[in-house]
């Protein structure tokens, strides 16, 4: 039996598990996993420092990016992360499927490397309601909104002077 299979199977067992539960206790997982989620991403963006979306961002002064070995697990485990977040995101995003989707898909793409990342994360950016609705987020816990810069900001965006 393969990995695929061995996974396949784990999920068929887990999908049969469910489905014998009561509605009540159904109804339960779904309510928790959304607000587990809910929790996750509301956190993950009210952390974020208001610069994050900047082009000119300074990078952060960190002891492990001077160790080209931590460097290259940090990096990985990072990466790996941002494909585990997309992932979920993409799921979320689902019809009937609890849980912020696009917010994962969006704080998944942060953690990933790669080219074209920030063209990428500005389309994410400039759909309707984006924008303002993670800076009201910021705005409740007292975080600075989000800044952005050049000449493709959107309006209504704060921008840096």
Not at 54 to 71: E, G, I, M, Q, T
Request: hydrophobic share 50%; charged share 15%.
């Amino acid at each position: 039996m393969g990995y695929t299979d061995t996974v396949v199977e784990f999920l068929r067992r887990v999908a049969q598990a469910y489905g014998s539960l009561g509605l009540a206790v159904q109804a339960g997982i779904v309510l928790a996993l959304a607000l587990l989620t809910t929790a996750f991403g509301v956190a993950m963006v009210v952390s974020m420092p208001a610069d994050h979306f900047k082009a000119d961002r300074p990078r952060p002064v960190s002891w492990w990016r001077n160790h080209a070995l931590v460097y290259g697990v940090v990096m990985v485990v990072k990466n790996t992360a941002g494909v585990v977040l997309v992932a979920l995101g993409g799921v979320m995003a689902l019809p009937l499927v609890p849980g912020p989707g696009f917010v994962f898909i969006l704080l998944g793409f942060g953690l990933l490397d790669f080219p074209g990342k920030r063209n990428v994360e500005r389309r994410l950016l400039a759909l309707p309601n984006v924008i303002p609705w993670l800076n009201q987020v910021r705005a409740r816990f007292g975080k600075p909104p989000l800044m952005f810069d050049g000449p493709d900001a959107a309006p209504g965006r704060h921008r840096a002077s």
